[in-house]
């Protein structure tokens, strides 16, 4: 008896552990393979230039759409806003930028609903370099790799569960 009662929470341990079916983690975003984001440079929209690696520290959220921002390119900033403003305090550490290609200025009643927006003319050989084109929404670590593509008509609670986990799990940005 004694035996049995020693035995008996180690073997069902085992056999929970073993016998029952895990939940899996899976992230919303597709991966992206561990490697610097390309070399992205440009103008910001008041004229000074940009490069992508003058934002060391904080994590980038990117968005490449052209000037004359369509109703995908709308839900694209909408959503990543309010993926960063579900944040909290920690959307401090999180930082939006628009990358427009065609050199189209884009509309100042869009860039009134988006004061935290970053915006970057530059060119279409530069968003080309992008994993995913324009067709994706991109994130950047702190250090400057890329880490993680979402859809280009993404879920706003699964993108912002994303950063909750990549934001709480690192420590840098």
Not at 23 to 29: A, K, L
Not at 47 to 73: E, K, Y
Not at 149 to 162: G, H, M, Q, V
Request: hydrophobic content about 40%; some cysteine.
């Amino acid at each position: 008896m004694i035996a049995a009662a020693v035995v008996a929470p180690v073997v069902l341990s085992y056999g929970i552990y073993y016998l029952t079916p895990r939940g899996t983690f899976t992230n919303y975003g597709e991966l992206l393979p561990t490697q610097p984001a390309p070399a992205i440079s440009g103008t910001r929209d008041d004229g000074t230039p940009f490069s992508l690696a003058q934002l060391q520290g904080r994590w980038r959220i990117l968005v490449t759409s052209g000037g004359r921002c369509d109703a995908q390119c709308t839900e694209m900033l909408y959503a990543t806003r309010q993926a960063r403003t579900m944040q909290g305090r920690e959307r401090e550490r999180i930082e939006r930028l628009w990358l427009v290609p065609d050199g189209t200025r884009p509309d100042p009643a869009v860039l009134a609903e988006h004061p935290d927006l970053v915006v970057v003319r530059t060119t279409p050989r530069d968003v080309a370099a992008l994993p995913l084109g324009q067709q994706a929404i991109y994130l950047i670590d702190p250090i400057g790799n890329q880490v993680l593509a979402w859809p280009s008509t993404p879920d706003i609670k699964a993108l912002s569960r994303d950063l909750t986990r990549l934001l709480r799990a690192s420590r840098i940005g």
